[in-house]
């Protein structure tokens, strides 16, 4: 796998499935035929991002950090990794979409992803996605393939989610996540539209299913409700509404 280094103190952002059950961690940096031992700090398996820290090696340059929310569909984006075990390997492509979800997987719901057709490959994983001016837009992390190679469909966590993600983790080693317990109708789900429309709302989260026990159901909330805002901030739709119950 690959990785970007975010601190100069030796802390490294890549994916959970690079290190997730490996009982040894070495690093390797471009230019030095060395191996360098390394720890982990802490994962996040529901983004599958993890921090590690890497141990012996000084004078380590960060990268520069770019705002994934303000990149465009259609930009220029680079990809760097290792690839098959080629270092540093450099491919470029565009933003092909943003906001894709591999799949409705519960498992993988904060996993929003800028789709690229940068040649993203095994080996890549962990690896960053940058705009032309070299600041860090994602972390590659997934491909759609039908034969395990690059077929022009990779993805890339975005840098804001991977950035709240690891400053979590410095801090308390962890991420912590808000709940309150509801299922809801997707805004991509074809049933949306009709469903919002006999509740008599233009927009919001509908609610199909309520935990029991859970904090929605103890406020009153019920299936057919239709969740509008959030403490006065707009609820457009259920996505928007995980990532204010979230965090």
């Given at each position: 796998?690959?990785?970007?280094v975010?601190d100069a103190?030796?802390?490294i952002?890549?994916?959970n499935h690079?290190?997730?059950?490996?009982?040894r961690?070495?690093?390797?940096?471009?230019g030095d035929a060395?191996?360098?031992?390394?720890?982990?700090?802490?994962?996040?398996p529901?983004?599958?991002?993890a921090?590690?820290?890497?141990?012996g090696k000084h004078?380590?340059t960060?990268?520069?950090i770019?705002?994934?929310?303000?990149?465009?569909?259609g930009?220029?984006?680079?990809?760097?990794?290792s690839?098959?075990?080629?270092d540093a390997?450099?491919?470029?492509?565009?933003?092909?979409?943003k906001?894709?979800?591999?799949?409705?997987?519960?498992?993988?719901?904060?996993?929003?992803?800028?789709?690229?057709?940068a040649?993203?490959?095994?080996?890549?994983?962990?690896g960053p996605?940058?705009n032309m001016?070299?600041e860090?837009?994602?972390i590659?992390?997934?491909?759609a393939s039908?034969?395990?190679?690059?077929?022009?469909?990779?993805?890339?966590?975005?840098?804001?989610?991977?950035a709240?993600?690891?400053?979590?983790?410095?801090k308390t080693?962890k991420?912590?996540?808000?709940s309150?317990g509801i299922?809801?109708?997707?805004?991509?789900?074809?049933r949306?539209?009709?469903?919002?429309?006999?509740s008599g709302?233009?927009e919001?989260?509908?609610?199909?299913?309520?935990?029991?026990?859970?904090p929605?159901?103890?406020?009153?909330?019920?299936?057919?409700?239709?969740?509008?805002a959030?403490?006065g901030?707009?609820i457009?739709?259920?996505?928007e509404?995980i990532?204010?119950?979230?965090s």
């Open positions: 796998g690959s990785g970007v975010v103190a030796g802390y952002l890549t994916n690079v290190v997730d059950k490996a009982s961690l070495q690093v390797k940096f471009q060395n191996e360098y031992e390394a720890k982990v700090v802490g994962t996040d529901a983004t599958d991002l921090v590690i820290r890497v141990e004078n380590l960060p990268v520069k770019g705002n994934s929310d303000a990149v465009q569909v930009d220029w984006a680079m990809a760097i990794g690839p098959f075990g080629f390997t450099v491919t470029a492509g565009i933003l092909s979409a906001e894709r979800r591999m799949n409705e997987d519960n498992s993988m719901q904060f996993q929003h992803f800028l789709q690229t057709d040649a993203i490959n095994p080996g890549n994983s962990g996605l940058l001016r070299g860090v837009i994602g590659n992390t997934a491909i039908r034969t395990g190679g690059y077929q022009g469909i990779g993805f890339a966590l975005p840098i804001n989610t991977a709240a993600v690891y400053n979590e983790i410095i080693g991420v912590t996540r808000g309150i299922g809801f109708i997707r805004s991509d789900d074809s949306a539209p009709a469903a919002l429309k006999a709302a233009n919001g989260a509908f609610i199909v299913d309520v935990t029991p026990g859970g929605a159901e103890k406020a009153g909330i019920q299936k057919g409700d239709v969740i509008v959030i403490s901030k707009t457009h739709e259920g996505d509404l990532n204010m119950v979230t």
